[in-house]
């Protein structure tokens, strides 16, 4: 899909653009903004538009027609700066030094289309010390023609003297509807609309990976697992631990998220009812109801989340779930 320039394609955050909207028409955006927040949920997508209005120069939203946009548009505008960590093997992504030298380099010099410079740091907590110090310097200096647009999902890995030269500008979670909505608005078919919605956990982003994975078999699987647990054998658990051990990290997080949820919709219907997260499977949750009285529940859903916090810290994935299983099935 080819980027479009409205702050209409910024899914929810109506009271961030409202604000950023009103900036922009006083002429008092701050010169260096941080979009924090959970990934996936549109920080980039409200910082780009951001980035189009100020080149654009219009008042609060880009125009989408005249050069500056077009030039924004085709990734060619002269005065927009973007960084952004690059990988250096084992998954390990880092902004270094000299990304920001260049930066420097650039800002040092007349914008050539619009008046001002606009620099985006994508993943900007991925900035090493020496990055980050260097940056600090920049950030300091009082800079008529230049605003910074720094992005970032982990906040807390910022130095605090960058966090203190930045207006933060925090992007929440989004609603399930929002994200059915929008998965609505793509075609999705409205029950997977739904589950994908409950999946999610407030990204759009991660419901898009699990349509485009079929993340929907997740939720199928860990439903299938937990219905069937009874009926396992320590060899059988031994094998099922090993496959879901086998699954990336955030695959299996997703699985035990969603085992989490089937647990806790069980116990909306012990409660005699109310909304599902997986209001799909509310006849296959009811049916369930008797192999599951609400005691075992309450301590299957501690069993859960205990393994997802190992799973975070890095625990072996197959030992994870060796010990769950099995717990899950004696609860
Ligand atoms: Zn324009």
């Known amino acids: 899909m080819a980027e479009s320039l409205s702050w209409q394609d910024v899914l929810g955050h109506e009271g961030n653009i409202e604000r950023l909207r009103r900036m922009l028409q006083g002429g008092r955006l701050p010169h260096a903004l941080l979009f924090s927040g959970l990934s996936g949920v549109g920080k980039r997508k409200a910082a780009r538009i951001l980035a189009a209005a100020l080149l654009c120069g219009r008042e609060d939203a880009p125009c989408g027609v005249c050069p500056s946009c077009r030039a924004f548009l085709a990734g060619t505008h002269p005065d927009c700066i973007e960084a952004a960590p690059e990988s250096r093997g084992k998954g390990t992504r880092v902004l270094r030094i000299e990304a920001v030298r260049e930066i420097e380099k650039k800002i040092a010099r007349r914008p050539l289309l619009s008046g001002r410079f606009v620099v985006l740091v994508d993943d900007a907590d991925a900035m090493n010390e020496a990055a980050a110090n260097s940056l600090l310097k920049t950030l300091e200096e009082p800079q008529g023609a230049v605003f910074f647009l720094l992005v970032t999902a982990k906040r807390a890995a910022l130095l605090p003297t960058i966090l203190s030269r930045v207006r933060d500008m925090h992007f929440g979670a989004l609603s399930p509807e929002t994200i059915q909505r929008a998965l609505l608005a793509r075609g999705v078919e409205s029950a997977k609309a739904h589950a994908l919605a409950a999946a999610a956990d407030g990204s759009i982003g991660h419901a898009l990976l699990l349509l485009e994975e079929d993340g929907l078999h997740i ?3 860990a439903a299938h697992t937990l219905f069937s647990l009874s009926a396992l054998d320590l060899f059988a658990l031994w094998a099922k631990a090993e496959e879901l051990g086998k699954l990336p990290r955030e695959r299996a997080e997703d699985w035990l998220l969603a085992l989490s949820r089937l647990l806790r919709d069980m116990l909306v219907l012990l409660a005699g009812g109310g909304a599902l997260c997986h209001e799909e499977r509310r006849g296959e949750l009811a049916h369930a109801l008797a192999d599951f009285p609400e ?37």
Do not use: P, Y
Not at 300 to 315: C, D, T, W, Y
């Open 295 to 331: 005691g075992r529940v309450f301590s299957q859903l501690g069993l859960v989340r205990e393994a997802l916090r190992r799973l975070q810290s890095n625990a072996s994935a197959r030992l994870v779930f060796e010990g769950l299983l099995l717990r899950l099935r004696d609860a």
């Open 219 to 221: 939720i199928d699987d």
